[in-house]
């Protein structure tokens, strides 16, 4: 994750198209306690060295020059927690699994998890061209609703007693204009 496709205002993170398995932008909705966490990675890393540039990543690996957290450093948080734990074959990817389970037990469609989960070819129900083409929506506040779920689910499970509260409900927009002329 770096810090330049971030953007705390929207409550977002853009993964550029190069970076996902799916090979095309992602826009990823931030939830209240995900920007809690992310600022705390923030205020947690080095200090850069006199005259040079903070590290464009949130999460830093150690060293003079810390670049991105390495992915070894993931993997032994997994051994750790699955020794705390005692799961022996958990994996970060059956987290994912999991999130999605909950958020398909809280009611949350199928189509706007395969939008979460980034996967390709997930029409909803809709025509291919339909979706594909006509439809240009990018569900980024039903995904942002689906992201609140999950982590109210993950904060009731981890912390008994800690509540995020929902947000108030979306404005109605305003009626489309007409874009021909009614009859006088």
């Known amino acids: 994750m770096r810090v330049a496709e971030l953007d705390f205002a929207e ?6 198209a190069g970076r996902t398995k799916a090979g095309r932008t992602t826009v990823v909705p931030l939830g209240a306690f995900s920007i809690v966490l992310i600022k705390e990675a923030l205020a947690l890393r080095p200090k850069p060295s006199e005259g040079a540039e903070p590290s464009p990543f949130v999460f830093v690996g150690r060293g003079e020059a810390p670049g991105a957290i390495h992915p070894s450093a993931i993997s032994h948080a997994m051994r750790d927690i699955r020794a705390a734990i005692d799961i022996p074959d958990i994996t970060v990817h059956d987290l994912r699994r999991s999130g999605a389970t909950r958020l398909a037990r809280a009611r949350t469609s199928p189509f706007i998890l395969s939008k979460l989960l980034n996967h390709a070819n997930e029409l909803g129900g809709g025509s291919s061209i339909t979706m594909s083409v006509y439809v240009q929506h ?10 609140e779920c999950l982590e109210r689910l993950i904060l009731a499970a ?3 007693g800690t509540e995020l509260q929902p947000p108030p409900p979306p404005a109605l927009p305003a009626p489309p204009r007409l874009l021909f002329h009614e009859p006088a």
Do not use: M
């Open 11 to 16: 409550k977002t993170w853009t993964i550029p």
């Open 138 to 147: 990018d569900y980024l506040e039903e995904k942002r609703e689906a992201i």
């Open 158 to 160: 981890v912390r008994p």
